[in-house]
C-alpha cells in the first residue's frame, strides 16, 4: 500500500498552461511538503503545510499555489506554466513530533511527478 | 547558496568493499542529519539519521559519522552490495527560521555504483 502517492507521473504541457499534481498520504501525518528537483538536481522544498496550515514559503513564484483540503492531502497548482518549470515535483509528509525529539520526523517521499514544458 | 554540499558526484565500489559517502554543510544551525537513497524514477527513501549531540550511529551495514568541529558527515556502507547502486542524499535539518517547524536542506545527491 503506497503511503505517500502523487499524480500524474509524467506531465507534459505547452507554455501558459495551468496545471495540477496531487499528492496523498495514508500515513496519518500532520505535514505535507513540496520538493523540486531541477535540473541541477538539487532538492529544494517549496511549500510545507502544517494541519492543513501554510508554514514554510520559499521563495517560489505566486503562480504556484498549494492547496491543502485536509490533512492527507497537499496538491499543487500551477499557472501559466514556463519553460523553466520543468523539473520533478516531489510530495512528502512527516509526523511532527514534541520538541526535541527527532528521530521519527523524517520526510517519506512520493514517487515524483516529471514535469515538461514545451 | 549551498548549505549542505556533496563534494563528489559519483563513486564506484567493488561489492563487498567499504562505500564511503561525503557531506559537507555551513550552517551552524542544523541540529539532526540524515541520508535518503534514490533509486531511478522513484522518490528518496530514508536510510539513516544522526543527532548533533551523537558522533556515530549504526544501522546494520549502515553507519553514519558526524565530526561537528569539522561541520562534516559521512557514510559508510560495508559490505557494499550491488542493489546499494542508488544516488544517496544528505539532508540536515534545521529549525525553520519562520515557525515552529524542521525544515530540511539536500545535497545534491552522489551517485554509488557498486559493481559485482
Known amino acids: 500500500d503506497t503511503a505517500v502517492s502523487q499524480t500524474p507521473k509524467y506531465l507534459v504541457t505547452q507554455m501558459g498552461n495551468d496545471k495540477s499534481i496531487k499528492c496523498e498520504q495514508n500515513?496519518?501525518?500532520?505535514?505535507m511538503y513540496w520538493y523540486k528537483q531541477d535540473s541541477k538536481k538539487f532538492l529544494k522544498i517549496m511549500f510545507s503545510y502544517n494541519n492543513k496550515e501554510l508554514i514554510i514559503n520559499e521563495t517560489v513564484p505566486n503562480r504556484f499555489s498549494p492547496k491543502s483540503p485536509d490533512k492527507a492531502h497537499l496538491n499543487l497548482h500551477i499557472n501559466s506554466l514556463e519553460l523553466g518549470d520543468s523539473a520533478v515535483y516531489f510530495c512528502a509528509s512527516s509526523q511532527t513530533l514534541p520538541e526535541g525529539l527527532r528521530v521519527g520526523t523524517e520526510a517519506f517521499f512520493g514517487q515524483g511527478t516529471r514535469l515538461t514544458v514545451v | 547558496d549551498q548549505q549542505v554540499k556533496q563534494n563528489s558526484p559519483s563513486l564506484s565500489v567493488q561489492e563487498g568493499r567499504i562505500s564511503i559517502l561525503n557531506c559537507d554543510y555551513t550552517n551552524s544551525m542544523f541540529d539532526y542529519f540524515l541520508w535518503y537513497k534514490k533509486y531511478p524514477a522513484e522518490g528518496p527513501t530514508f536510510l539513516i539519521s544522526?543527532?548533533?549531540?551523537?558522533d556515530k550511529n549504526e544501522d546494520g551495514r549502515f553507519t553514519v559519522f558526524l565530526n561537528k568541529s569539522a561541520k562534516h558527515l559521512s557514510l559508510h556502507i560495508v559490505p557494499s552490495q550491488p542493489g546499494d547502486s542508488a544516488v544517496y542524499f544528505c539532508?540536515?535539518?534545521?529549525?525553520?527560521?519562520?515557525?515552529?517547524?524542521?525544515?530540511?536542506?539536500f545535497g545534491k545527491g552522489t551517485l554509488l555504483t557498486v559493481n559485482p
Open positions: 544522526i543527532s548533533s549531540i551523537k
Open positions: 500515513l496519518g501525518h500532520d505535514t
Open positions: 539532508a540536515a535539518s534545521a529549525l525553520w527560521s519562520g515557525g515552529s517547524n524542521y525544515k530540511l536542506t
